[in-house]
């Protein structure tokens, strides 16, 4: 048995019983209820911002293992439609004459996606069908493959994407 790199959130029920209030989430048909855009059969979606309150994403996630220029064109893509802001370089309302010298590579890893609530526990909070990314090995239950990539505009160390070169979450540089 090995330790798991994630643990699945719980919430007592009226009798007293510890019921999950996360469940692991395989997207399937139900991608864009989550908020993942489709692009050229790729799924991507914004996560995090450049500050915790922030609407605009830190990193872009998509699924599956993808080309590292098919996620540029996806996120620029997801800017546009979810944003109405056509540049990848910059967020919306920052100054045009800030320069970003160039675009951050994408990443190859897995992850675990959970999703708030349980299927069997809905409880009608605040975070109902929220879902929360945790990088994983592959190996990890319910682990699926995605490429990641930092904002351009967005700190390092806002969007905290597995390293290749160092960490302790198996990545490799996307092609």
């Not at 009798?15 to 864009?32: F, L, Q, R, S």
């Not at 872009?60 to 546009?80: C, K, N, P």
Request: proline share 11%; charged share 20%; hydrophobic share 35%.
């Amino acid at each position: 048995m090995t330790t798991g790199l994630y643990e699945i959130e719980t919430s007592e029920a009226d009798d007293g019983t510890m019921v999950p209030a996360e469940g692991i989430w395989t997207p399937g048909e139900d991608v864009k209820e989550y908020g993942f855009l489709a692009y050229s059969g790729l799924h991507i979606t914004g996560i995090g911002g450049p500050a915790d309150d922030d609407a605009y994403p830190a990193a872009f996630v998509a699924l599956g293992h993808q080309m590292w220029s098919a996620v540029i064109e996806a996120a620029t893509s997801y800017m546009d439609r979810v944003h109405g802001w056509r540049n990848l370089h910059l967020y919306p309302g920052d100054d045009p004459a800030e320069v970003i010298p160039r675009i951050p590579r994408a990443v190859h890893t897995d992850a675990v996606i959970l999703r708030h609530p349980h299927p069997e526990h809905p409880c009608g909070c605040e975070w109902e069908n929220t879902w929360r990314l945790i990088y994983a090995p592959g190996t990890e239950p319910g682990a699926i493959p995605i490429t990641v990539m930092r904002h351009p505009a967005a700190r390092s160390t806002s969007s905290a994407i597995p390293s290749p070169d160092h960490g302790t979450v198996p990545a490799t540089w996307a092609p």
